[in-house]
């Protein structure tokens, strides 16, 4: 691999480390870098899932705070969350993308809206609803995970918004739960490429170095921003993404 493009997967893998750790944005930086170096869609899509595994692991190591007592929520929901990973793996290496081409941009704008309006709906959710119980969590989880582990575009943000609407914390204890469950996601999806998929492993590790680095600073960075300001850019961010991803499966 020339030296040039090696650079550039590592500092592709920094911005994406930093992007997915603070808004679950990571694949908007990390799968145009992978085109950027010659690699096939499919080919950079599945590299893309296995570089990424290591922005969970940067994630969980600078979120130690975050991450302390929620032990027993994150084995619940990444179980959740790698169930749907796997299925959304199998989908992916058994159709085409062609059916999510105009439903993702939706999915990501809602989530959008969910994180603007979080503080209202969070307080329907966790009303009491006599009779009927709340939305499970979990449902929800393990659909986000197949939309991780077939496309996974803005799948942090889906995850975020969910969690955000469903518990009363600080968001950056949210993020950093997001991360990990999301990682288990890609973990499933992971392996199964990694067996039969055309994974371009340089380019993975590579990336995978520069998002090691990158989810590492990001949940510090999280931590010292005031968390209004940082939800509404997360929002305002992925209304752009879906934006241009609902232009882009419109333009033959």
Known sequence: MQI??????????????????????????SYPTLLAVGLPP????VTNTVGLLASGA???????PELRGQGRRILRLGAFALLGGTTGAVLLLNTTSAVFERIVPVLIALAAIVLLLRDRLRGWYTRP????????????????GIYGGYFGAAAGVLMLAVMS?????????????KSVVLAASNMAAAVLYALIAPVHWTAAALLGAGCLIGSWIGPSLVRRTPERPLR???AIAAL???A????????P
């Open 232 to 234: 509404i850019v997360i």
């Open 165 to 177: 609407m469903s518990v009363v914390e600080p968001l950056a204890v949210t993020n950093a739960v």
């Open 4 to 29: 040039d493009h090696a650079l550039l997967l590592v500092a592709g893998g920094v911005g994406s480390g930093l992007t997915g750790s603070m808004a679950g944005l990571a694949s908007l930086v």
């Open 129 to 144: 609803k006599g009779r009927f119980a709340q939305p499970p969590i979990g449902i929800a989880i393990f659909l986000i």
């Open 240 to 242: 752009g993404l879906a």
């Open 42 to 45: 499919i080919t950079a899509n």
């Open 58 to 64: 940067g994630s969980a190591a600078g979120s130690r």
């Open 244 to 251: 241009y991803l609902w232009h882009d499966a419109g333009t």
